[in-house]
């Protein structure tokens, strides 16, 4: 649909709509409307569809999670707790960077044992990104045979094959009565629910555990959430919305469905990139030699002395803007988009895809460029530079990715890492 959008906007211009049966989408295609809409009017347009979506309200117990939650009480505290969760794991630990490191030279390690034979290396990338999502949830590495470590692949792997907003499984949002005849779909989205309910008893056992012991170390966001819920629950946080282990369990599959396809997939998307860009493969490999040298393994801290290697991050989730049509927002009031009023419940779909190809803005948006992203002394360009504004692969303002600030290390990680 990007592209079909995309092509569309050309004739129709950055806003317009498209309607599907009955139901009607605010296409966003331009910078100026995207912007507007989630940073400037991010409140109005802060919600999520949630009227003929059968899928998504099944598997999220009705819209008892972060992502297709609407903006209230219970969406801020989980989102705020996983946030401070995300950025401590981010740089706050040296010791989970370690581990994290640790896996990244797992999977340099197993590139290395091919030599030079030809080999498909999706899913060795797709299992270690897996393990730093299961480090990050529960602080924890599984090798890929254990039995948890099979519950987290099959969980991801059928929601992504279940719920997404085209293909397969769409007639179940607008006729949900399909489920009572055999739908594939349906079928899936039950053993989701089953395989969810499954691993979560099994963390929640460990976690336990874990409080029992009194262990002070940082055993993950799935614990700290954990420690709030049952916190209240004895009214020790009494001023905090209330959770639910509904909620919980929720938030635990958006953080393995939201992180692990898109980082995975980006990662694929450099090893495409740069097998036909030996000149890049050049210039990541010199400052690596340069700052790093080959006696250590490069860390987050490096990142201010390594400005072409986050250029070649940026560079690279532009072109593959791996989200491309964002998650669909839906507005919460009457509201506006570049003049045109829109009413209350309006699904709206911002082309994330549109804008990082945008020809007038960017002049070759298919080449990849790193240079789009460092100044005349080869710095990254700052925030404020219009082509960092352009670039928002992680969407803006209000809903936001939450994960934006460890995706982007951990590609600085692994594109430094192959580079060495
Ligand atoms: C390259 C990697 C990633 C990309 C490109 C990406 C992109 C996005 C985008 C475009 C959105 C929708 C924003 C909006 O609604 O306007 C989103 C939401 C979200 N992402 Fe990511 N993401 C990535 C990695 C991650 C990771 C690693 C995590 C978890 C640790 C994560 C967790 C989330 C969550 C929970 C939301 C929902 C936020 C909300 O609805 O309030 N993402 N992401």
């Avoid at 020790?236 to 509904?246: I, N």
Wanted: aromatic letters at 10%.
């Amino acid at each position: 649909p990007e592209l079909t959008f995309t092509e569309w906007g050309k004739e129709l211009g950055g806003v317009f709509c498209v309607k599907i049966l009955n139901d009607t989408f605010l296409v966003l295609n331009s910078y100026d409307a995207i912007y507007e809409a989630l940073v400037t009017k991010g409140i109005s347009f802060g919600g999520r569809p949630q009227g003929n979506n059968f899928r998504l309200e099944y598997v999220s117990d009705g819209f008892k999670n972060i992502v297709f939650d609407n903006p209230g009480a219970r969406w801020k505290l989980l989102r705020k707790t996983s946030h401070r969760q995300i950025k401590m794991f981010d740089t706050g630990l040296k010791r989970i960077e370690e581990l994290n490191l640790k896996v990244i030279r797992e999977l340099a390690n197993e590139f290395r044992s091919h030599e030079s034979e030809s080999f498909n290396p999706r899913e060795t990338i797709y299992n270690t990104i897996m393990n730093i999502m299961t480090m990050l949830l529960i602080n924890k590495k599984f090798q890929k045979t254990d039995k948890e470590f099979k519950l987290f692949t099959e969980i991801e792997r059928l929601s992504i094959s279940s719920i997404s907003s085209s293909g397969r499984g769409v007639e179940l949002d607008i006729l949900p009565w399909l489920r009572f005849f055999g739908n594939s779909t349906y079928k899936k989205l039950v053993r989701l629910r089953q395989l969810r309910d499954e691993l979560w008893s099994i963390i929640k056992g460990q976690i336990m555990k874990d409080i029992q012991l009194d262990d002070k170390g940082s055993n993950g966001l799935m614990h700290a959430l954990f420690c709030l819920y049952q916190n209240q629950q004895e009214g020790k946080s009494p001023d905090t919305f209330p959770l639910e282990e509904v909620n919980l369990k929720t938030a635990f599959v958006d953080m393995i469905v939201a992180g692990t396809t898109t980082t995975s997939n980006s990662f694929y998307g450099f090893l495409n990139i740069i097998s036909q860009h030996h000149d890049i493969q050049e210039k990541l490999q010199e400052e690596v030699d340069r700052v790093v040298g080959t006696d250590r393994m490069v860390s987050l801290t490096d990142r201010s002395t390594m400005p072409y290697t986050q250029a070649t991050v940026l560079e690279l989730l532009r072109l593959t803007s791996v989200v491309s049509m964002s998650v669909p927002h839906a507005t919460m009031e009457t509201t506006s988009v570049s003049g045109i009023p829109i009413p209350a419940g309006v699904q709206m779909l911002p082309n994330l895809w549109a804008m990082h190809h945008e020809e007038d803005f960017w002049g070759d948006p298919h080449a990849f460029r790193p240079e789009r992203f460092l100044d005349e002394a080869g710095d990254v360009v700052s925030a404020s530079h219009e082509n960092r504004k352009h670039l928002m692969p992680f969407g803006a303002g209000t809903r936001v990715c939450v994960g934006e600030i460890l995706a982007i290390g951990r590609l600085f990680l692994l594109l430094a890492m192959m580079a060495q």
